[in-house]
């Protein structure tokens, strides 16, 4: 006999996400691998509306923040020629409703500790830093070179977007 089987993810659709001169196009639904321990994820590229070049990627990962302790629930990278205009702040933004819509009442990020530009972000979209982490060897990213990060947490209510940036 076997005991209750795990809800099926569902992905939902994430609306248009827009502001201004940003857009976020999704381009990528992965599902959960547990053999290798990740969770579903959603990858969007950061675009301008209408426009197909690509300025950056966004991932939203949905999961317990014990199992992305190391990854988080947002990671992002910013092409470098479009560096300075907060694309990776106003993606994060953009991605709260979504994140909400799946029951996460909180996302975590997590950065280098050298990176300080994504510590400014972190900090500019009201992310709080909680802590520093030592990477594991079994994981992946340890793998790639990693071996701390810092941890910041968002609450993802309506209420904290007040002062955003």
Same mark, same amino acid.
């Given at each position: 006999?076997?005991?209750?089987?795990?809800? =099926?993810?569902r992905?939902?659709?994430p609306?248009r996400?827009?502001?201004?001169?940003?857009?976020?196009?999704?381009?990528?639904?992965?599902p959960?691998?547990?053999?290798k321990?990740?969770?579903?994820?959603?990858?969007?590229?950061?675009?301008h509306?209408?426009?197909?070049?690509?300025?950056?990627?966004?991932?939203?990962?949905i999961?317990?923040?014990?199992?992305l302790?190391?990854?988080?629930?947002?990671?992002?990278?910013?092409?470098?020629?479009?560096?300075g205009?907060?694309?990776?702040?106003? *993606?994060c933004?953009?991605?709260?409703p979504?994140?909400?819509?799946?029951?996460?009442?909180a996302?975590?990020?997590?950065?280098?500790?050298?990176?300080?530009?994504?510590?400014?972000?972190?900090? =500019?979209?009201?992310?709080?830093?909680?802590?520093?982490?030592?990477?594991p060897?079994?994981?992946?990213?340890?793998?790639?070179?990693?071996?701390?990060?810092?941890?910041?947490?968002?609450?993802?209510?309506? *209420?904290?977007?007040?002062?955003?940036?």
């Open positions: 006999m076997s005991g209750p089987q795990p809800a =099926r993810f992905f939902l659709n609306g996400l827009r502001e201004r001169d940003l857009e976020l196009v999704l381009v990528h639904a992965a959960a691998d547990p053999a321990r990740h969770v579903p994820e959603y990858w969007f590229e950061m675009r509306p209408g426009k197909s070049t690509a300025l950056g990627l966004i991932r939203l990962r999961g317990s923040a014990r199992r302790r190391c990854a988080g629930h947002i990671g992002y990278e910013v092409k470098p020629r479009y560096r205009h907060r694309y990776a702040a106003r *993606s933004w953009l991605l709260l979504l994140a909400r819509a799946h029951g996460l009442a996302v975590w990020l997590t950065v280098d500790p050298k990176n300080i530009p994504s510590q400014r972000t972190c900090e =500019r979209i009201g992310a709080q830093f909680i802590e520093s982490v030592r990477i060897q079994s994981h992946e990213m340890y793998a790639l070179g990693a071996r701390y990060r810092r941890r910041y947490r968002l609450r993802t209510a309506i *209420s904290t977007m007040m002062g955003r940036a």
